[in-house]
């Protein structure tokens, strides 16, 4: 069984509008909780961290946590031809208090203008 | 650009060749990482440095030998690798809970 879940993609999001991005994780002591953005060939970068229930909002990005559910989730909104990326989430692992961290397999948005 | 960085960017060796990778992060963090990238499978995690201390070991086989000597540096010394090895080495650090990637080194064995 996967530890971390994610859509494989690809998801298709014309220009202007909304993409959301689901994840979910099977551990349910994890704490916190993390979105990668990987364009093709380069590393992943940090873009998004929740820790709380709820949403956490970062200028066009939004980050929602339900831990009863057991899921994140990454909203992009205004969606731009340069969101078009691999979006990993990450999870932390409760067993280990420095930071390791439970990768999915990413999620490919393709924004067509 | 980042503050993490690795060096070579790219890498072919043949099996029987002995190769370092390396990782110098200037974020002043204490924890460093491993973690390899296969084509259409999650990150793993190889290996994990805290305090210059290895805290994790993720069953990775022995012609993968990592180093730690300071907490800025990481090594990875490479050494009779097998085609299946090929793949993206990333090299993370952190203070707690958010690690920042390097770019990677990518790795062919022929």
């Known amino acids: 069984q996967k530890e971390v879940e994610q859509n494989s993609g690809p998801l298709s999001v014309p220009e202007g509008a909304i993409a959301s991005l689901n994840c979910t994780y099977s551990d349910r002591g994890s704490q916190s909780f993390f979105w990668y953005r990987q364009y093709s060939g380069k590393s992943p970068e940090l873009i998004m961290f929740?820790?709380?229930?709820g949403d956490k909002e970062d200028g066009r990005f939004t980050a929602q946590l339900n831990k009863a559910s057991q899921y994140v989730s990454l909203l992009i909104r205004d969606s731009q031809p340069s969101d078009s990326a691999t979006y990993l989430c990450?999870?932390?692992?409760?067993?280990?208090?420095?930071?390791?961290?439970?990768f999915g397999a990413g999620t490919q948005v393709v924004v067509t203008p | 650009e980042t503050g993490v960085t690795q060096t070579p960017r790219h890498l072919v060796m043949g099996m029987t060749n002995k190769k370092s990778l390396k990782c110098e992060q200037h974020l002043g963090h204490n924890a460093m990482y491993w973690y390899k990238q296969s084509a259409k499978k999650p990150l793993e995690l190889m290996f994990v440095?805290?305090?210059?201390?290895?805290?994790e070991n993720n069953s990775v086989p022995s012609r993968f030998s990592p180093e730690c000597p300071n907490s800025s540096h990481l090594f990875l010394h490479l050494h009779t690798l097998q085609p299946e090895d090929s793949a993206l080495y990333l090299c993370?650090?952190?203070?707690?809970?958010?690690?920042?990637f390097g770019p990677g080194t990518r790795l062919t064995v022929t």
């Open positions: 990450a999870v932390t692992a409760t067993t280990d208090s420095w930071g390791k961290l439970q």
């Open positions: 929740i820790y709380s229930n």
């Open positions: 993370a650090s952190s203070e707690k809970y958010e690690q920042y």
């Open positions: 440095y805290n305090f210059k201390e290895q805290t």
